[in-house]
């Protein structure tokens, strides 16, 4: 997992121009955090979000610390449009401080993606998380500092499956962020040999018998010829790719190539 984009908001002054586009609000910043002083009606108001110019974002995760007690305000993810021109997105707004629901934003309208969690409370300094992933359907996780609060899939007519930009809707309402953090949901694959059988050079790959039991090494005449199969367990689905074999005698302390002529 890479981090994408993160703004501390330390420096004075209004949000950065290059690094965000304003919509309807009253943002700024001052005293180290991102300051929204309006409070007006309306589904899109007070939504800041990267410009267009920064790579659109599928599978992500969008992290920002509320840093006053206000509500209605939350990360935004697969942000459409940019400006007064914002269309559609995802967000979790938290609207107590036990209550928060996952939205999708479109046609004019905020829909409910699944039930409100509840059961936590929530305090200044809290950081929540909205992580997307997925294009039918699309799972959306909320986390509280670092800590699962719930998933919703959003399956149904309307979902948002094209990749888009990240924000912070504050609804109708004045708020205080930090600390916002972008970070993509690639997770390297890894590689783990399973097992191993010397089998004899006498027939094809399915056909040659075997030396050996597997996981059992065997002594080799130097200058004879062998097969080695191995079984390597990977997660994440990698790409396919060559494998370079390795070998060495016991009480050697130098490897050298497998030469499979």
Known sequence: MAVLFSDPFDVLGNPDPTLWVENVGGWGVSSGVLNNS?????QFTNIITLPLAHAA????????KRSSTNWNSGPMVRVSG?????????????????????????????TAVGAAITGF????????????SGTGPVTLRLYQNGNLLGE?????????????????????????????????????????QVSYQFRNDDGDED????KAAENTPVTVTPGS??????????DQD????????DFRKVGDATWKKLNPS
């Open 38 to 42: 309006a409070s007006t009606n309306g």
């Open 57 to 64: 974002i599928l599978d992500v995760k969008v992290s920002v």
């Open 82 to 110: 940019s400006g007064s021109g914002v269309s559609c997105y995802y967000a979790s707004i938290v609207s107590g401080s036990a209550t928060v629901t996952i939205f999708r934003h479109a046609s004019g309208a905020h």
């Open 121 to 132: 409370t929530g305090v200044s300094g809290d950081v929540y998380t909205l992580e997307v």
């Open 152 to 192: 919703r899939t959003d399956s149904g007519a309307g979902i948002l499956v094209v990749a888009g930009q990240t924000g912070i809707e504050s609804w109708s309402n004045t708020g205080t962020y930090d600390d916002f953090l972008v970070e993509d949901l690639v997770v390297p694959a890894t590689l783990t």
């Open 207 to 210: 056909g040659a018998t075997p």
């Open 225 to 234: 010829t062998f097969r080695m199969r191995i079984l390597v367990d990977a």
């Open 238 to 245: 990698p790409a396919s790719a060559d494998f370079q074999g």
